[in-house]
T-cell receptor, first 112, second 110 residues
Framework: NAGVTQTPKFQVLKTGQSMTLQCAQD?????MSWYRQDPGMGLRLIHY???????DQGEVPNGYNVSRSTTEDFPLRLLSAAPSQTSVYFC???????????FGPGTRLTVT | DAKTTQPNSMESNEEEPVHLPCNHS???????IHWYRQLPSQGPEYVIHGLTSNVNNRMASLAIAEDRKSSTLILHRATLRDAAVYYCILLSVGFNKFYFGSGTKLNVKP
């Protein structure tokens, strides 16, 4: 199993650009989530999904959209990038809600 | 949402036990206590979780106070590879959200 994969590893955007961060898991997990981590801080939940077709907002959802058309994939879309969205983004999955989460390696995003 | 309080940093000597405390005075009866750790430049990694009873696994032990208002993650023999930020998180059954605090940065000295 590859576990949780994220692409790209690094990305630089200009203010106002949009892009999609990809996340995929091959463990048939129901629950998937996106976090951001700013320098020296803990993780903050952006959006999560409890299954295909079901998504909900986390702690800091503004400026981000998600969709979950398949069990495997959970892309995160930045609508109009802002410097405040410069961060490291982590995707995670778990078998069911509340169980052990597996994290991807992260995407380091810089918005100039 | 229930909150946790952890020391910002702790230091340990290699091959000695480490006790990482976490206070969660507002915990409810259905909240699970989860611990994750994050090594430098990596995503968080699951360590252990429990509800009421003490728990052991190959990585660590979790000691939960009788009133559940605090818990302690125990690393029995710290190694240099255990240097990481350790997060204590509460998760309610039926809720779908994980809230990470700032965690405890553990430094292990050789």
């Amino acid at each position: 199993n590859a576990g949780v994969t994220q692409t790209p590893k690094f990305q630089v955007l200009k203010t106002g650009q949009s892009m999609t961060l990809q996340c995929a898991q091959d463990m048939n997990h129901e629950y998937m989530s996106w976090y951001r981590q700013d320098p020296g801080m803990g993780l903050r939940l952006i959006h999560y999904s409890v299954g295909a077709g079901i998504t909900d907002q986390g702690e800091v959802p503004n400026g981000y959209n998600v969709s979950r058309s398949t069990t495997e994939d959970f892309p995160l879309r930045l609508l109009s990038a802002a410097p405040s969205q410069t961060s490291v983004y982590f995707c995670a999955s778990s078998l069911v809600r509340g169980s052990e989460q597996y994290f991807g390696p992260g995407t380091r995003l810089t918005v100039t | 949402d229930a909150k946790t309080t952890q020391p910002n940093s702790m230091e340990s000597n290699e091959e000695e036990p480490v006790h990482l405390p976490c206070n969660h005075s507002t915990i409810s009866g259905t909240d699970y206590i989860h611990w994750y750790r994050q090594l430098p430049s990596q995503g968080p990694e699951y360590v252990i979780h429990g509800l009421t009873s003490n728990v052991n696994n190959r990585m660590a032990s979790l000691a939960i106070a009788e009133d559940r208002k605090s818990s302690t993650l125990i690393l029995h023999r710290a190694t240099l590879r255990d240097a990481a930020v350790y997060y204590c998180i509460l998760l309610s059954v039926g809720f779908n959200k994980f809230y990470f605090g700032s965690g405890t940065k553990l430094n292990v000295k050789p």
